[in-house]
């Protein structure tokens, strides 16, 4: 079956613009997870999605970024009026039931901020 | 403050050789561990987890030791083999909803 997909694969962008990332995750998984890993970093968690339940968003860097999912499916992430530092490689993954199941990863979207 | 510490950026190895990656932690109440690999242009793969209950857990020529006296854990890839170079986080589930913090991750080169 298909894994988790994330557009664009690529987006080069001006500081103070906004960008919209995508991800699909295995249909069928109600947990989702945004990560972003930053050049030379590991990755950091974002925020994530279980079913109908309120996001944990814990880890959003500042209000510029947000994040929806579309019931069990379908989620993006946005950020408003980029800055250079938000330049990474933001990773989207999900899993089955949350908790301690396996998380997919996609194969991210790589964000350049000029 | 990091709590997932992997030290050494990168590793170069023979093939047929065994590679050993280590990883350390601080959060005391860590109790499952798991080794992510990643190759380039790809998102992370998961390889192998541990729980705190074992100190050791094996997949083939993938081995996992855990050390919880020393927050302490490492992998062993034996025999090292050339499509093993990639990069190698380890990780965490940490809070309620379980996401992982990582490791900054260690690079692996297995030369043929």
């Known amino acids: 079956g298909a894994g988790v997909s994330q557009s664009p694969s690529n987006k080069v962008t001006e500081k103070g613009k906004d960008v919209e990332l995508r991800c699909d995750p295995i249909?069928?998984?109600?947990?989702l997870y945004w990560y972003r890993q930053r050049l030379g970093q590991g990755l950091e968690f974002l925020i994530y999605?279980?079913?109908?339940?309120?996001?944990?968003k814990s880890g959003l860097p500042s209000d510029r970024f947000s994040a929806e999912r579309t019931g069990e499916s379908v989620s993006t992430l946005t950020i408003q009026r980029t800055q250079q530092e938000d330049s990474a490689v933001y990773l989207c993954?999900?899993?089955?039931?949350?908790?301690?199941?396996?998380?997919?990863f996609g194969p991210g979207t790589r964000l350049l901020v000029l | 403050d990091q709590q997932v510490k992997q030290n050494s950026p990168s590793l170069s190895v023979q093939e047929g050789r065994i590679s050993i990656l280590n990883c350390d932690y601080t959060?005391?109440?860590?109790?499952?561990f798991l080794w992510y690999k990643k190759y380039p242009a790809e998102g992370p793969t998961f390889l192998i987890s541990i729980s705190s209950i074992k100190d050791k857990n094996e997949d083939g020529r993938f081995t996992v030791f855990l050390n919880k006296s020393a927050k302490h854990l490492s992998l062993h890839i034996v025999p090292s083999q050339p499509g093993d170079s990639a990069v190698y986080f380890c990780?965490?589930?940490?809070?309620?909803?379980?996401?992982?913090?990582f490791g900054k991750g260690t690079k692996l080169t297995v030369n043929p």
């Open positions: 993954a999900s899993s089955l039931a949350g908790g301690r199941e396996t998380q997919y």
């Open positions: 959060n005391s109440m860590f109790d499952y």
């Open positions: 999605f279980q079913g109908n339940s309120a996001p944990d």
């Open positions: 249909s069928g998984h109600t947990a």
């Open positions: 990780a965490a589930p940490s809070g309620g909803s379980e996401k992982l913090v």
